[in-house]
């Protein structure tokens, strides 16, 4: 029985709300550390016999001050669990069972003190440094998408929650004859598990992808994307909002649908006739909202991914800083916290395989001749900027340096080199205002974002350049 002491304690009446919290923290600790998924505290239980006894313990009666026992725990422990209260009758008799869901990304702490169950006993995880480095190691490798967005629901209610037909439609399978086929190719997946109770389990990753409603899971309502559109530059008026609910494989097409025709139009003059456009290339809107779906924090709560339409620009947004310096986007191989969730977006096409996505949005960029798309941090969030079309002379020089280093860079990724002609071409300069070209790449050397490929040629003619990292 050693294993049941370590996530499951059995007590007849004593409830002092402190000893709880303790409880709480060691068995969500210890169900961690032994892969347990669920710990349990009951009340009603003999701790010896595990006779049903019954209990006086009522504890959604019971307060501390003027504050529910719930609440009270839940404040005082962190990271938050979703622990849940269960009061029940067993053989006419009555029970209270506390279902704690085993630790995730920390060990979970009550009043700023961190417990653990050694064997029976309850104790303080720095007593035992070695649990301690044990625990910290196991909970490092925490995926987002392996936790349960909706823990033990029944098969009806599962098939109902997901778009099922979705997966088997984006990843080019045949749909099953019959529910307990279905139900197993999404356990295969890993988009549902069996639950502890003879449910199923909606992990994360299930929820996020294939939800028909986002809003029916609580802890990821807000990660659902957000598309507002303002009149003007600024964020006084706002025409038209609208949240993404679907799940990101289930409605990705449609969301960069809506997105696109939420776009202003250019008018682009043929030989005979003239013809709408879009303002931004397609391409770039849709590899930038994916990587902004793909890359988000989700440890980050009260925040989701946003799409923001203004006049003169589109600003995409996703919570968390990025894992690589946003100098190296284009370059770098791509680094996502959510492995599962980026590898399953790759087999279904939505977002590249070796991280050229940014080399398709800096080439559409300069294909359309638009202003440089700028990649900031600001307050947790990683935010890419798309820029209307404007000539050179009213940009920035800010800008016209970044343009002059992204185009080395996708010149040195495409195995070439930048020259005074690639960049008058960039720009539509013409021949004869080479000198125009000549003083925005000294500009963006002097800014140490390019070098010269050769240091030992001192004809500016023939010269060419490569970024500061080449």
């Given at each position: 029985?050693?294993?049941?002491?370590?996530?499951?304690?059995?007590?007849?009446?004593?409830?002092?709300?402190?000893?709880?919290?303790?409880?709480?923290?060691?068995?969500?600790?210890?169900?961690?550390?032994?892969?347990?998924?669920?710990?349990?505290?009951?009340?009603?239980?003999?701790?010896?016999?595990?006779?049903?006894?019954?209990?006086?313990?009522?504890?959604?009666?019971?307060?501390?001050?003027?504050?529910?026992?719930?609440?009270?725990?839940?404040?005082?422990?962190?990271?938050?669990?979703?622990?849940?209260?269960?009061?029940?009758?067993?053989?006419?008799?009555?029970?209270?069972?506390?279902?704690?869901?085993?630790?995730?990304?920390?060990?979970?702490?009550?009043?700023?003190?961190?417990?653990?169950?050694?064997?029976?006993?309850?104790?303080?995880?720095?007593?035992?440094?070695?649990?301690?480095?044990?625990?910290?190691?196991?909970?490092?490798?925490?995926?987002?998408?392996?936790?349960?967005?909706?823990?033990?629901?029944?098969?009806?209610?599962?098939?109902?929650?997901?778009?099922?037909?979705?997966?088997?439609?984006?990843?080019?399978?045949?749909?099953?004859?019959?529910?307990?086929?279905?139900?197993?190719?999404?356990?295969?997946?890993?988009?549902?598990?069996?639950?502890?109770?003879?449910?199923?389990?909606?992990?994360?990753?299930?929820?996020?992808?294939?939800?028909?409603?986002?809003?029916?899971?609580?802890?990821?309502?807000?990660?659902?994307?957000?598309?507002?559109?303002?009149?003007?530059?600024?964020?006084?008026?706002?025409?038209?909002?609208?949240?993404?609910?679907?799940?990101?494989?289930?409605?990705?097409?449609?969301?960069?649908?809506?997105?696109?025709?939420?776009?202003?139009?250019s008018e682009q003059v043929g030989q005979a006739l003239r013809k709408a456009?879009?303002?931004?290339?397609?391409?770039?809107?849709?590899?930038?909202?994916?990587?902004?779906?793909?890359?988000?924090?989700?440890?980050?709560?009260?925040?989701?991914?946003?799409?923001?339409?203004?006049?003169?620009?589109?600003?995409?947004?996703?919570?968390?800083?990025?894992?690589?310096?946003?100098?190296?986007?284009?370059?770098?191989?791509?680094?996502?916290?959510?492995?599962?969730?980026?590898?399953?977006?790759?087999?279904?096409?939505?977002?590249?395989?070796?991280?050229?996505?940014?080399?398709?949005?800096?080439?559409?960029?300069?294909?359309?001749?638009?202003?440089?798309?700028?990649?900031?941090?600001?307050?947790?969030?990683?935010?890419?900027?798309?820029?209307?079309?404007?000539?050179?002379?009213?940009?920035?020089?800010?800008?016209?340096?970044?343009?002059?280093?992204?185009?080395?860079?996708?010149?040195?990724?495409?195995?070439?080199?930048?020259?005074?002609?690639?960049?008058?071409?960039?720009?539509?300069?013409?021949?004869?205002?080479?000198?125009?070209?000549?003083?925005?790449?000294?500009?963006?050397?002097?800014?140490?974002?390019?070098?010269?490929?050769?240091?030992?040629?001192?004809?500016?003619?023939?010269?060419?350049?490569?970024?500061?990292?080449?």
């Amino acid at each position: 029985m050693r294993r049941e002491h370590e996530y499951a304690e059995f007590k007849e009446n004593k409830s002092d709300h402190d000893e709880i919290g303790e409880y709480i923290s060691a068995l969500s600790n210890s169900a961690a550390l032994i892969k347990e998924p669920t710990a349990f505290i009951v009340w009603g239980v003999n701790d010896v016999s595990h006779e049903v006894v019954g209990t006086s313990f009522k504890p959604h009666a019971t307060k501390i001050g003027k504050e529910e026992l719930e609440n009270w725990l839940a404040t005082l422990l962190y990271p938050r669990i979703n622990f849940k209260i269960h009061e029940v009758k067993i053989e006419d008799k009555p029970v209270v069972v506390f279902e704690v869901p085993a630790a995730r990304e920390a060990p979970v702490r009550f009043r700023e003190t961190e417990y653990i169950r050694v064997g029976s006993a309850k104790t303080k995880l720095k007593d035992y440094p070695q649990k301690e480095r044990a625990l910290w190691q196991l909970l490092s490798g925490y995926r987002f998408e392996q936790d349960i967005a909706m823990p033990d629901v029944d098969e009806g209610t599962t098939l109902s929650l997901l778009d099922y037909p979705a997966y088997f439609d984006v990843t080019s399978q045949p749909l099953p004859p019959d529910r307990d086929a279905i139900l197993q190719r999404l356990i295969d997946e890993k988009i549902v598990l069996r639950g502890v109770h003879g449910g199923f389990d909606i992990t994360n990753l299930g929820a996020i992808l294939f939800a028909k409603d986002l809003e029916q899971f609580k802890r990821l309502s807000r990660k659902a994307l957000r598309v507002i559109i303002y009149k003007g530059k600024n964020r006084v008026e706002t025409q038209r909002e609208q949240s993404e609910t679907k799940g990101y494989a289930r409605g990705f097409t449609g969301t960069i649908s809506n997105i696109n025709n939420q776009l202003p139009m250019s008018e682009q003059v043929g030989q005979a006739l003239r013809k709408a456009v879009p303002m931004y290339p397609e391409i770039a809107v849709r590899e930038l909202v994916a990587n902004a779906l793909v890359h988000q924090d989700f440890s980050i709560t009260g925040a989701g991914p946003t799409v923001e339409v203004f006049e003169d620009r589109i600003e995409i947004t996703n919570p968390g800083e990025p894992l690589i310096q946003t100098t190296r986007f284009i370059d770098k191989p791509p680094r996502s916290r959510n492995e599962d969730l980026a590898a399953f977006m790759r087999r279904i096409n939505i977002v590249e395989e070796r991280g050229s996505g940014i080399d398709k949005v800096i080439s559409a960029i300069e294909e359309s001749q638009l202003p440089p798309p700028d990649f900031r941090v600001k307050d947790d969030n990683t935010i890419a900027i798309l820029y209307a079309a404007r000539p050179l002379t009213p940009m920035t020089g800010e800008e016209r340096i970044r343009a002059c280093y992204q185009h080395a860079c996708l010149r040195y990724v495409s195995n070439e080199r930048m020259t005074n002609a690639s960049l008058r071409q960039r720009f539509a300069i013409a021949d004869k205002n080479y000198s125009i070209a000549s003083r925005i790449i000294a500009e963006t050397l002097k800014a140490e974002l390019i070098k010269p490929f050769d240091s030992e040629n001192t004809s500016k003619k023939h010269a060419s350049y490569v970024p500061f990292w080449a």
